[in-house]
C-alpha cells in the first residue's frame, strides 16, 4: 500500500517570503500522479497543482511550485511571496496512474501560517 | 470549469435515523466519485469508490451495509448513512474524477452530527 508523510504539521512564513512544504511517499509503483491540495477554513479542498511521475520537469503554477525527486520518492511544495490568502491547511496526495483502485492517499496536512 | 457540489452542507440527526448526502458534478460528466471522511483536524480518509451503474468499491475497514452508495447517473452519487451513531458524526466530501481522467475535484464537504 502507497503511504504519504507529511512530516511538518504546522509551518509559519512571514507575508511575501518563501516557505516550502515538504512530503515523501512511498510506493512499488514507477507511474502515479501526486499532488497539493489546498484546505482553507471554509473546508473546501482547492488543487494547487499536481505532478505525473513520468515528467522529469518540476510542475509550476505561479507562485507554486515542486520539487520532485523520484528517487528520493520526495515531492516539496515551494510557495513563493506568500500572501495572507495561502493560509490553509496543505495536503500531499498521491494517485496510482493505472488500474482501477484510483482514489487518493493524502498525508497528514501541513497546517500554514501567514504572519502579516 | 469542473465544479462539484454537496448537499446538504451540514445536517444534524437523531441517533438511529438514515441521512443522506447528495455528490453532484454541475459542468461535467464524472464516471468516478469518490467519498473521503475526515475527522477534525485529521487528513481526509478514502472511504469508497463509486462507479456509475455498478457495485461502489469500499475500502478496508468501511462498512458497506453502514454507508450505502448510489451511483444512478453521471452526474450524481449519493451516500446514505444507515442507523447513524454519534460515532459517525463526521466531514464526509466527495470528489469526481474530472474530464480529463486524472485529476479530482471536491465537493465542499457535509458537516454530520448524530445526537
Known amino acids: 500500500a502507497q503511504t504519504v508523510t507529511q512530516s511538518q504539521p504546522e509551518m509559519s512564513v512571514q507575508e511575501a517570503e518563501t516557505v516550502t512544504l515538504s512530503c515523501t511517499y512511498d510506493?512499488?509503483?514507477?507511474?502515479?500522479?501526486l499532488f497539493w491540495y489546498k484546505q482553507p477554513p471554509s473546508r473546501q479542498m482547492i488543487l494547487v497543482i499536481r505532478?505525473?511521475?513520468?515528467?522529469?520537469q518540476n510542475a509550476t503554477e505561479n507562485r507554486f511550485s515542486v520539487n520532485f525527486q523520484k528517487a528520493a520518492k520526495s515531492f516539496s511544495l515551494k510557495i513563493s511571496d506568500s500572501q495572507l490568502g495561502d493560509a490553509a491547511m496543505y495536503f500531499c496526495?498521491?494517485?496510482?496512474?493505472?488500474?482501477?483502485?484510483?482514489?487518493?492517499?493524502f498525508g497528514k496536512g501541513t497546517h500554514l501560517i501567514i504572519q502579516p | 470549469g469542473a465544479v462539484v457540489s454537496q448537499h446538504p452542507s451540514r445536517v444534524i440527526c437523531k441517533s438511529g435515523t438514515s441521512v443522506k448526502i447528495e455528490c453532484r458534478s454541475l459542468?461535467?460528466?464524472?464516471?468516478?466519485m469518490f467519498w473521503y471522511r475526515q475527522f477534525p483536524k485529521k487528513s481526509l480518509m478514502l472511504m469508497a469508490t463509486?462507479?456509475?451503474?455498478?457495485?461502489?468499491?469500499?475500502e478496508q475497514g468501511v462498512e458497506k451495509d453502514k454507508f450505502l452508495i448510489n451511483h444512478a447517473s453521471l452526474t450524481l452519487s449519493t451516500l446514505t448513512v444507515t442507523s447513524a451513531h454519534p460515532e459517525d458524526s463526521s466531514f464526509y466530501i466527495c470528489?469526481?474524477?474530472?474530464?480529463?481522467?486524472?485529476?479530482?475535484?471536491f465537493g465542499p464537504g457535509t458537516r454530520l452530527t448524530v445526537l
Open positions: 470528489s469526481a474524477r474530472g474530464p480529463w481522467g486524472d485529476t479530482q475535484y
Open positions: 510506493t512499488s509503483e514507477s507511474d502515479y500522479y
Open positions: 505532478q505525473e511521475a513520468y515528467k522529469q
Open positions: 496526495a498521491y494517485r496510482r496512474l493505472i488500474g482501477g483502485a484510483d482514489g487518493l492517499t
Open positions: 459542468d461535467f460528466q464524472a464516471t468516478t
Open positions: 463509486s462507479n456509475e451503474g455498478s457495485k461502489a468499491t469500499y
